[in-house]
């Protein structure tokens, strides 16, 4: 039997005390501890480093991001281990506290979400396909989800959670490919 002791910003597992970096590791805590998970994938018709360049920029969250207000951050920025507080308003005003997992763009940022309702790992991954092509890929990983009409959501209508990711990802690449310098 496993027992998950601790999980450090790595993503390293410390498993009855020992660190253990094993993707057997991994998988078994993806699988056995995620309450939902699923990946989201599209075509970006521009470099990776233009995709890069505009998706990591903050002041175009606006843009792309429904509901998206202001970001303040709590640590350094944009490095591992930190940490900032995301603004949204919607139908209801929420905040996210982001901690940074892993951030070595254009390959990889992955980071942590957590919520009064929920907690999640997202990873965004940019994968060049030609000189003028970018895969962006997101994975989505739900470890927690609090309250009872949280929990409900989760089970009746998973389908709204990804669907909400892949709704950000057309917004995104319809932004990035209208996107005109100024």
């Not at 597992?13 to 998988?27: A, D, E, T």
């Not at 989505?140 to 309250?147: A, E, K, P, R, W």
């Not at 929990?151 to 669907?163: A, E, I, N, R």
Request: net charge neutral; proline share 3%.
């Amino acid at each position: 039997f496993l027992r998950l002791e601790s999980y450090d910003t790595r993503c390293n597992f410390y498993l009855l005390g020992v660190p253990s970096k094993s993707k057997h590791y991994l998988r078994y805590y993806k699988s056995y501890f995620s309450i939902m998970n699923y990946t989201c994938k599209t075509i970006i018709n521009l470099p990776i480093d233009k995709v890069v360049q505009l998706w990591s920029d903050e002041s175009h969250f606006i843009k792309w991001q429904d509901g998206f207000v202001r970001i303040e951050h709590i640590d350094q920025e944009k490095v591992e281990g930190a940490k900032a507080k995301i603004f949204f308003d919607g139908k209801h005003e929420f905040e996210l506290l982001e901690t940074i997992l892993v951030n070595n763009l254009p390959q990889e940022k992955k980071a942590l979400y957590e919520h009064t309702h929920m907690i999640n790992t997202q990873s965004s991954r940019f994968s060049e396909l030609g000189p003028n092509q970018t895969e962006y890929t997101s994975e989505v990983v739900y470890t927690q989800f609090n309250g009872i009409m949280m929990k409900v959501m989760s089970k009746l209508f998973p389908g709204k959670f990804k669907g909400q990711s892949e709704k950000w990802m057309q917004q995104f690449k319809e932004f990035a490919e209208g996107y005109e310098e100024v």
